[in-house]
C-alpha cells in the first residue's frame, strides 16, 4: 500500500486521518538538499530535483522528481524519482533505479541535440 500526499500547504488548516508512527527527523527541504546533492555528484550536474511529496508506503518517505535542464532548453522533462526517508535521511535508490535515471536522461538529452541541429 502506497500513500502520496502532495501539494500541502505550507500554512493553515489542513486535516488527514492517518495513523503513521514515525520519528520525522529530515523535513522536505532537507531532504531536497541530500536528493540535491546526490543526483548533482553522482548521476549528472544537468539534473535538478523537484519539490517533494510526502509517501506513506513501507516506510514514510519524501518522493521527489529528478528532472533534465538543459542549459539551451531550461527543464525539458522528468527522468526518475528518488526517495528519502523522513527517519534516516537516506536516499532510498538502487543502483539499477541511479541507471535508469541516466538512460531516460541521456535519451531525453539527445532529443534535444538531434532537435537542435536540425534547425
Not at 533534465?68 to 537516506?90: I, M, S, Y
Not at 531516460?104 to 537542435?116: H, I, P, V
Request: charged share 20%.
Amino acid at each position: 500500500m502506497e500513500t502520496v500526499l502532495e501539494q500541502i500547504p505550507h500554512t493553515g488548516n489542513i486535516q488527514l486521518t492517518i495513523q503513521i508512527n514515525a520519528d520525522f527527523h529530515y523535513s522536505a527541504k532537507a531532504a531536497q538538499r541530500l536528493a540535491r546533492r546526490f543526483v548533482a555528484d553522482e548521476i549528472s550536474y544537468l539534473l535538478r530535483v523537484e519539490d517533494p511529496s510526502l509517501v506513506a508506503g513501507e516506510r514514510l518517505c519524501w518522493r521527489l522528481p529528478i528532472v533534465l535542464a538543459l542549459p539551451a532548453h531550461g527543464t525539458v522533462g522528468q527522468v526518475g524519482v528518488v526517495d528519502v526517508d523522513v527517519e534516516t535521511g537516506r536516499l532510498l535508490l538502487t543502483m539499477e533505479q541511479i541507471n535508469l535515471i541516466r538512460d531516460q536522461a541521456r535519451k531525453l538529452g539527445e532529443g534535444y541535440a538531434a532537435a537542435s541541429f536540425q534547425s
